[in-house]
C-alpha cells in the first residue's frame, strides 16, 4: 500500500471530482406512459427538479435490452433500449435535453456477464465448434465436475451450470441466467470496446461499471483455498491480466473521450483498490467499493449504550484507510444505492423523532467527505426501508433465490425474512414518493413495486415547502458544497478518531480549513477538539442552532446532531 500524504496544491483538477453524482433506478423514478413502470421519458420530465436540486451528473441503472431476470443487469442487446423504458429516441432525448441544462448523463454497463438470452449465448451454447462458444466460460463434462465456484444469486450456490447441447457447464458468478464472459478472448474484447465506443459516441459522458473486478478469471479453474477465501468471493477480484483489460480498455477507448470511469470494487480491498485508479497506472478515475456495507452488516456495536448498532470505530477507520489507500486516486463516498437498503435507515434511525435529523446528519457526512459522493435518489427526501413481510412482495432475484433455497434445505426462513427487512434490495428500489397521492405521484397504475405507505409524509412536494425539510437541507448542503472547493480538493484527516458516538474530521484545503463533527448516535455524546473553536464558523448545522463552543473542553452535541466548521 502506497504511504498516504495529503494531496498537493497542485492535485489535478476534474469535472468529476467536483460533482455529485446522483443515481437513478429508472423503474422506479417516475412513469410517464401509466404502466406502472418507470421510464427514460419520466426522467426526462424530472430534470428541471433535479437540476433545481444542484444535481450535475445523473447515473442510470442498466436500461439495456433485457429479459429482467436481475432487473436489467442481465444485458441481451447492449445497442437497443429495454422496451419498458422506450426507445432509442426516448434516450436521445433525455441525453440531449441533460446537456442543455448543463448536466452529465453516466450509463451502468454490465461487462462481466450477458443475459444468456444474448446472441452470443443463443449462439454459444449450440455447440462446441460454434465461434461464439470462446465467448463464455466453460468446463467439458469429460472432466468431471467443475471445481467448485460459488454464484451469487442461484438458488443452489453454485456457479456453473449443464449445457446438454454443448456436453459442457458455463460459468455464471451470479445467476444462472448470466452467464460470464471470456475476457481472455480478443474477440470478446474487441466487441466491448466497439459497445463502449457506441455510447461514447452518442455522447454520454461516462460508464458505472458493474462488478468489474470479476472479469479477469484463471481458466484453467484451479481448486480455490478456502482457509484463505472463506466466502469464496474476494478471490474472483483477483484474476490474472485483470489490470492489463483495464489498462487496454483505456488506452483503447477512454482516453480518446472527454468521460469518466467508475467501477464497482466488489470485495476489493484497500490495498488492492489503488491499483484500478492511480492516476500512472491509467485504468480507471474511481472506484466504488463497499466498505461501510461490510461494517454495517458484519460488526458489533462498540458499546450498546451509544445506540449504534455496528462499529463506528471500524467505519471510521474503514474510511481513512481507503483515502490513504488511494494516494493519489480520487475517492468515492455513498452510503446508498440499489443493491443496499435506505440509507436513514441502515446507518441513521427512520424512527419518526430521528428520520429528519438522521437524514441530514447523513447528508452532511456525505457531502464533506474527500472524495465524489455517489449519491442514491430519495435519499434526499429521507425515504426509508419498506420492510416487506412477505416473500410474495418481493421482486428481487438475490431475495428470492435466497428463500428458496432455505426452502429446499429446510432454513428459517422466517427469520430471513427478518432479515430482508432491514438489509434487502428492494428497500431502495421502491418508488420514488413525488407526491402523497395513492401511488405517491409515480404513476396511476399501481407501480410494480408497492409503494412504501410513509409516501403520505416523505414526499418531495412536502418537502420542496418546507424550509426545514431534509430535502431543503440537502439543497443547501449541495450548495455549500460547490461554493467552497477546498471541501472537495482538501485531504482528509479523522478527530478524535476513538470516540464510539462521534466521526469527526478535518479537511484541509490551500485556502481554508473545515471540521465535521457528527454524531452517528441517539444518545447525546461528547466531542473533544483539542482546540479553540470560539472563532469557528458554523456553516451548517441540523438543529436550530448549534452548540456553543468554549475555548477549552468538549463540545456537548444532541443525538444525531452534525455541525461543520470554518475555522479560523
Same mark, same amino acid.
Request: hydrophobic share 35%.
Given at each position: 500500500?502506497?504511504?498516504?500524504?495529503?494531496?498537493?496544491?497542485?492535485?489535478?483538477?476534474?469535472?468529476?471530482?467536483? +460533482?455529485?453524482?446522483?443515481? &437513478?433506478?429508472?423503474?422506479?423514478?417516475?412513469?410517464? =406512459?401509466?404502466? %406502472?413502470?418507470?421510464?427514460?421519458?419520466?426522467?426526462?420530465?424530472?430534470?428541471?427538479?433535479?437540476?433545481?436540486?444542484? &444535481?450535475?451528473?445523473?447515473?442510470?441503472?442498466?436500461?439495456?435490452?433485457?429479459?429482467?431476470?436481475? *432487473?436489467?443487469?442481465?444485458?441481451?442487446?447492449?445497442?437497443?433500449?429495454?422496451?419498458?423504458?422506450?426507445?432509442?429516441?426516448?434516450?436521445?432525448?433525455?441525453?440531449?435535453?441533460?446537456?442543455?441544462?448543463?448536466?452529465?448523463?453516466?450509463?451502468?454497463?454490465?461487462?462481466? /456477464?450477458?443475459?444468456?438470452?444474448?446472441?452470443?449465448?443463443?449462439?454459444?451454447?449450440?455447440?462446441?465448434?460454434?465461434?461464439?462458444?470462446?465467448?463464455?466460460?466453460?468446463?467439458?463434462?469429460?472432466?468431471?465436475?467443475?471445481?467448485?465456484?460459488?454464484? /451469487?444469486?442461484?438458488?443452489?450456490?453454485?456457479?456453473?451450470?449443464?449445457?446438454?447441447?454443448?456436453?459442457?457447464?458455463?460459468?455464471?458468478?451470479? @445467476?444462472?441466467?448470466?452467464?460470464?464472459?471470456?475476457?481472455?478472448?480478443?474477440?470478446?474484447?474487441?466487441?466491448?470496446?466497439?459497445?463502449?465506443?457506441?455510447?461514447?459516441?452518442?455522447?454520454?459522458?461516462?460508464? !458505472?461499471?458493474?462488478?468489474?473486478?470479476?472479469?479477469?478469471?484463471?481458466?484453467?479453474?484451479?481448486?480455490?483455498?478456502?482457509?484463505?477465501?472463506?466466502?469464496?468471493?474476494?478471490?474472483?477480484?483477483?484474476?490474472?491480466?485483470?489490470?492489463?483489460?483495464? /489498462?487496454?480498455? =483505456?488506452?483503447?477507448?477512454?482516453?480518446?473521450?472527454?468521460?469518466?470511469?467508475?467501477? $464497482?470494487?466488489?470485495?476489493?480491498?484497500?490495498?488492492?483498490?489503488?491499483?484500478?485508479?492511480?492516476?500512472?497506472?491509467?485504468?480507471?478515475?474511481?472506484?466504488?467499493?463497499?466498505?461501510?456495507?461490510? &461494517?454495517?452488516?458484519?460488526?458489533? @456495536?462498540?458499546?450498546?449504550?451509544? %445506540?449504534?448498532?455496528?462499529?463506528?470505530?471500524?467505519?471510521?477507520?474503514?474510511?481513512?484507510?481507503?483515502?490513504?489507500?488511494?494516494?493519489?486516486?480520487?475517492?468515492?463516498?455513498?452510503?446508498?444505492?440499489?443493491?443496499?437498503?435506505?440509507?436513514?435507515?441502515?446507518?441513521?434511525?427512520?424512527?419518526?423523532?430521528?428520520?429528519?435529523?438522521? @437524514?441530514?446528519?447523513? +447528508?452532511?457526512?456525505?457531502?464533506?467527505?474527500?472524495?465524489?459522493?455517489?449519491?442514491?435518489?430519495?435519499? #434526499?427526501?429521507?425515504?426509508? *426501508?419498506?420492510?416487506?413481510?412477505?416473500?410474495?412482495?418481493?421482486?428481487?432475484?438475490?431475495? !428470492? =433465490?435466497?428463500?428458496?433455497?432455505?426452502?429446499?434445505?429446510?432454513?428459517?426462513?422466517?427469520?430471513?425474512?427478518?432479515?430482508?427487512?432491514?438489509?434487502?434490495?428492494?428497500?431502495?428500489?421502491?418508488?420514488?414518493?413525488?407526491?402523497?397521492?395513492?401511488?405517491? %405521484?409515480?404513476?396511476?397504475?399501481?407501480?410494480?413495486?408497492?409503494?412504501?405507505?410513509?409516501? +403520505? $409524509?416523505? *414526499?418531495?412536494?412536502?418537502?420542496?415547502?418546507?424550509?426545514?425539510?431534509?430535502?431543503?437541507?440537502?439543497?443547501?448542503?449541495?450548495?455549500?458544497?460547490?461554493?467552497?472547493?477546498?471541501?472537495?480538493?482538501?485531504?482528509?484527516?479523522?478527530?478524535?478518531?476513538?470516540?464510539?458516538?462521534?466521526?469527526?474530521?478535518?479537511?484541509?484545503?490551500?485556502?481554508? =480549513?473545515?471540521?465535521?463533527?457528527? *454524531?452517528?448516535?441517539?444518545?447525546?455524546?461528547?466531542?473533544?477538539?483539542?482546540?479553540?473553536?470560539?472563532?469557528?464558523?458554523?456553516?451548517?448545522?441540523?438543529?436550530?442552532?448549534?452548540?456553543? @463552543?468554549?475555548? #477549552?473542553?468538549?463540545?456537548?452535541?444532541?443525538?444525531? $446532531?452534525?455541525?461543520?466548521?470554518?475555522?479560523?
Amino acid at each position: 500500500m502506497p504511504i498516504f500524504t495529503p494531496p498537493s496544491p497542485a492535485l489535478q483538477k476534474a469535472w468529476w471530482k467536483e +460533482t455529485i453524482v446522483y443515481q &437513478i433506478y429508472p423503474r422506479s423514478f417516475k412513469d410517464s =406512459n401509466d404502466d %406502472g413502470i418507470g421510464d427514460l421519458n419520466g426522467i426526462t420530465e424530472k430534470l428541471d427538479y433535479l437540476h433545481g436540486l444542484g &444535481i450535475e451528473t445523473l447515473w442510470l441503472n442498466p436500461i439495456f435490452a433485457s429479459p429482467n431476470a436481475d *432487473n436489467g443487469y442481465d444485458i441481451s442487446d447492449y445497442r437497443q433500449i429495454m422496451p419498458d423504458f422506450g426507445t432509442m429516441e426516448d434516450f436521445d432525448r433525455l441525453l440531449k435535453e441533460t446537456h442543455a441544462r448543463g448536466m452529465r448523463l453516466l450509463l451502468d454497463l454490465v461487462l462481466n /456477464h450477458t443475459s444468456d438470452q444474448h446472441p452470443w449465448f443463443c449462439e454459444a451454447r449450440t455447440s462446441r465448434e460454434n465461434p461464439y462458444y470462446d465467448y463464455y466460460l466453460w468446463w467439458p463434462e469429460e472432466q468431471g465436475h467443475p471445481p467448485y465456484r460459488k454464484s /451469487h444469486f442461484d438458488e443452489k450456490g453454485d456457479a456453473w451450470c449443464y449445457n446438454a447441447p454443448t456436453r459442457s457447464y458455463y460459468l455464471h458468478y451470479f @445467476a444462472r441466467q448470466q452467464p460470464d464472459l471470456n475476457w481472455q478472448s480478443p474477440k470478446v474484447r474487441a466487441e466491448i470496446y466497439d459497445i463502449l465506443r457506441f455510447w461514447l459516441d452518442k455522447g454520454v459522458d461516462g460508464f !458505472r461499471l458493474d462488478s468489474i473486478p470479476y472479469i479477469a478469471k484463471d481458466t484453467s479453474f484451479p481448486e480455490i483455498d478456502l482457509r484463505k477465501y472463506p466466502d469464496v468471493f474476494p478471490y474472483y477480484s483477483l484474476g490474472p491480466h485483470l489490470h492489463d483489460y483495464l /489498462h487496454e480498455m =483505456n488506452r483503447e477507448v477512454f482516453s480518446r473521450y472527454d468521460c469518466t470511469t467508475v467501477g $464497482e470494487g466488489s470485495k476489493t480491498a484497500p490495498e488492492e483498490g489503488w491499483k484500478f485508479i492511480a492516476p500512472e497506472r491509467q485504468e480507471l478515475d474511481m472506484l466504488y467499493h463497499f466498505g461501510a456495507a461490510d &461494517i454495517r452488516n458484519e460488526t458489533e @456495536a462498540d458499546d450498546p449504550a451509544t %445506540g449504534i448498532p455496528y462499529s463506528l470505530l471500524a467505519l471510521k477507520r474503514m474510511y481513512a484507510e481507503w483515502d490513504a489507500a488511494v494516494g493519489d486516486g480520487w475517492p468515492t463516498i455513498y452510503l446508498g444505492n440499489h443493491d443496499q437498503p435506505r440509507m436513514v435507515s441502515r446507518f441513521g434511525s427512520d424512527a419518526p423523532e430521528w428520520r429528519d435529523l438522521s @437524514a441530514k446528519m447523513l +447528508t452532511m457526512f456525505l457531502l464533506t467527505m474527500r472524495g465524489t459522493p455517489y449519491w442514491l435518489a430519495g435519499d #434526499e427526501l429521507g425515504m426509508t *426501508n419498506i420492510r416487506f413481510t412477505r416473500i410474495e412482495e418481493y421482486d428481487d432475484i438475490d431475495t !428470492r =433465490n435466497h428463500y428458496r433455497k432455505l426452502l429446499r434445505e429446510g432454513g428459517d426462513t422466517e427469520q430471513f425474512l427478518r432479515e430482508q427487512q432491514e438489509i434487502g434490495r428492494d428497500n431502495a428500489r421502491t418508488p420514488y414518493q413525488w407526491d402523497g397521492t395513492l401511488y405517491a %405521484g409515480f404513476s396511476t397504475a399501481k407501480p410494480w413495486l408497492r409503494v412504501n405507505p410513509n409516501h +403520505t $409524509e416523505v *414526499n418531495a412536494a412536502r418537502e420542496l415547502c418546507d424550509p426545514d425539510s431534509v430535502l431543503n437541507f440537502f439543497r443547501r448542503a449541495v450548495t455549500l458544497r460547490k461554493g467552497h472547493p477546498d471541501l472537495v480538493y482538501g485531504s482528509f484527516r479523522l478527530v478524535d478518531a476513538d470516540n464510539p458516538q462521534v466521526f469527526a474530521y478535518l479537511r484541509e484545503g490551500t485556502g481554508r =480549513n473545515y471540521l465535521t463533527v457528527l *454524531n452517528f448516535s441517539p444518545k447525546a455524546a461528547r466531542f473533544d477538539p483539542k482546540t479553540d473553536l470560539t472563532e469557528a464558523m458554523p456553516l451548517l448545522h441540523n438543529y436550530p442552532a448549534p452548540p456553543i @463552543a468554549e475555548k #477549552e473542553g468538549p463540545i456537548e452535541l444532541r443525538p444525531y $446532531e452534525g455541525i461543520l466548521y470554518r475555522l479560523a
